[in-house]
Structures are given as structure tokens and as C-alpha cells.
């Protein structure tokens, strides 16, 4: 593993259904982000975690939960999906919490589809 | 708050023609900026970034962009476009207020013609 693996890479769901979306990270570093990319409203943060234990809201949090149990994972969950939801997700990391010159790192992507 | 616009949802030049995709942001405070790149099916890759060091940013595959505080632009540029270029392109800024959260823009698609 090297920066930050997404799975599944790609997801056919039924509406009403959970899932979950996994990321992982092998860089040690302390903040990760779940953003969903849209065509024509390019990446939009939905839940970030500045560190392990805690998380917070971004911009369109509702419909999703994470949790961030230790540094290396930060799992996205979509309780009850609804076709609303279909989109691309990636995960984040950036290579410093307080040097913002950093940039991120991203995860492959997944790309979701809710029928 | 923070925002960032980018002028043109898709743009198409020639190949060997000048790139020059466009973007604008708001922040109260010196920001930071970044263009990343995503090929089809792809996720970001960070193309070039500004944090204040010099206005003129050059980055990966030649392009390069230059932070013009009085515009409050960051525009991305490219001499001569080649086929492998053709992307997606997004702008995203931060600064110390957003504890480092990115803003993207709506992104840009550009295509290369032959």
C-alpha cells in the first residue's frame, strides 16, 4: 500500500440499502477528508477528521457518517442510500495539518451508483 | 467564506495552441492555491501549488500559473497543448481559517484537438 486506498473502486446500490465506503492510509498522517465529486460542482467535502477519535461536518454531510477509530482508516457510511448520492467519492489526506502548502493526497475514487 | 470560481466548464484548443484555464477565489486572509489534474477515471494529482513563496508557480508537464493578488486570480497556463493533456482540471484554495480544508472549484475539462 502506498498513500491512501479506496474500496470498492466501484458500486452498483439499491435505494434504501447501507454501505459502506472504505479508506485506508499507510502515511501516518493525522486529518482525512470524504469528498464527493459532481458534475458541474466539482469536489464538495462532506466529513473530514482532524485526528483519531474525532470528525466533523463539511459542506453536505447529511445522508453520511463516519467514524475514525484509529489513524490509519476513515470509513464513510451511507446509512439508507438514496439515488441522490450517486456520485464519485474520493478520500483525502493532507501531508500536513498545519503547513496548508502541503496539498492533499487522494484515493483513487469510488464511484458510486444508487438505483 | 472562502469560494472559488472557474471561468468555463470546458475549454478546447488545439494541439500545440496555448492552455489557459481560468480561476478566481475569495479569502479574506493570503490564501493558498492549487491546481490539481484528474484523468478519466482517475483521482487528483496535484499539478502546482502557490503558498506565497513566488507569484509565477511552475508545475508538472509544463504548465505553470501565476497568483495575481490584485485580480485574486490564479490562472493556469500551458505554451503548447499536447493530446495527453486532455483532463479535467480543478482549482481549490485554503487558508488559515479553514484549518486546512480545501475549496475546489467547479472544475474545467479541457480537450485537445489534433
Known amino acids: 500500500i502506498a498513500g491512501i486506498t479506496q474500496a470498492p473502486t466501484s458500486q452498483i446500490l439499491a435505494a434504501g440499502r447501507r454501505m459502506t465506503l472504505r479508506c485506508t492510509q499507510d502515511?501516518?498522517?493525522?486529518?482525512m477528508y470524504w469528498y464527493r465529486q459532481d458534475l458541474g460542482l466539482g469536489l464538495r467535502l462532506i466529513h473530514y477528521s482532524n485526528t483519531a477519535g474525532t470528525t466533523g461536518k463539511g459542506e453536505v454531510p447529511d445522508g453520511y457518517s463516519v467514524s475514525r477509530a484509529n489513524t490509519d482508516d476513515f470509513p464513510l457510511t451511507l446509512a439508507s442510500a438514496v439515488p441522490s448520492q450517486t456520485s464519485v467519492y474520493f478520500c483525502a489526506s493532507p501531508g500536513h495539518l498545519f503547513d496548508l502548502s502541503y496539498g492533499y493526497t487522494f484515493g483513487s475514487g469510488t464511484r458510486l451508483t444508487v438505483v | 467564506a472562502q469560494s472559488v470560481t472557474q471561468l468555463g466548464s470546458h475549454v478546447s484548443v488545439s494541439e500545440g495552441a496555448l492552455v489557459l484555464l481560468r480561476c478566481n477565489y475569495s479569502?479574506?486572509?493570503?490564501?493558498?492555491l492549487f491546481w490539481y489534474v484528474q484523468y478519466p477515471n482517475q483521482g487528483l494529482q496535484l499539478l502546482l501549488k502557490y503558498t506565497s513563496a513566488a507569484t509565477l508557480v511552475k508545475g508538472i508537464n509544463g504548465f505553470e500559473a501565476e497568483f495575481k493578488k490584485s485580480e485574486t486570480s490564479f490562472h493556469l497556463t500551458k505554451p503548447s497543448a499536447h493530446m495527453s493533456d486532455a483532463a479535467e482540471y480543478f482549482c481549490a484554495v485554503t487558508d488559515a481559517g479553514q484549518g486546512g480544508k480545501l475549496i475546489f472549484g467547479q472544475g474545467t475539462e479541457l480537450s485537445v484537438k489534433p
Open positions: 479569502s479574506s486572509v493570503p490564501p493558498y
Open positions: 502515511m501516518r498522517h493525522n486529518a
